[in-house]
């Protein structure tokens, strides 16, 4: 993770650096400095929140795919997309259109159906081994 970090970093400030800096000053000579100093540590506050929310879902990630299937992570990671898209527009209050609630509709019915062929394969092997 570091080394990408790095090999994304250091792009970011050769081309986007610049203009990073240029629109810092910008915001310092229309803002007076505390105002200046509010906006930065706001951004770094939010941006530390950010890796670190990110990091910690690569961890949690990590440790569940040692626990279940690859099919099953798959499975719970549709329904995390679901609920961040669906969370996206109304804390964003994006609309919702009809290709992005079919979108939704697709993958929430794809994961129910998914439950109940895994429900439907438990009970048939439980079953068998009680005749057995």
Do not use: D
């Amino acid at each position: 993770q570091q080394t990408g970090v790095l090999l994304l970093v250091i792009p970011m400030l050769v081309w986007e650096g610049p203009t990073m800096i240029e629109h810092w000053i910008q915001l310092a000579f229309v803002h007076s400095t505390p105002t200046f100093i509010l906006i930065l540590v706001k951004y770094v506050t939010l941006a530390v929140i950010n890796g670190l929310a990110f990091s910690s879902y690569n961890l949690a990630s990590t440790y569940l795919l040692t626990r279940i299937s690859v099919i099953h992570h798959a499975a719970l990671n549709c329904t995390r997309r679901i609920f961040a898209i669906v969370c996206t527009s109304i804390v964003f209050r994006i609309p919702i259109t009809w290709v992005s609630a079919l979108g939704i509709a697709i993958s929430f019915v794809s994961f129910m159906i998914f439950t109940y062929a895994k429900t439907m394969k438990q009970k048939n092997n439980y079953k068998n081994k009680m005749e057995a």
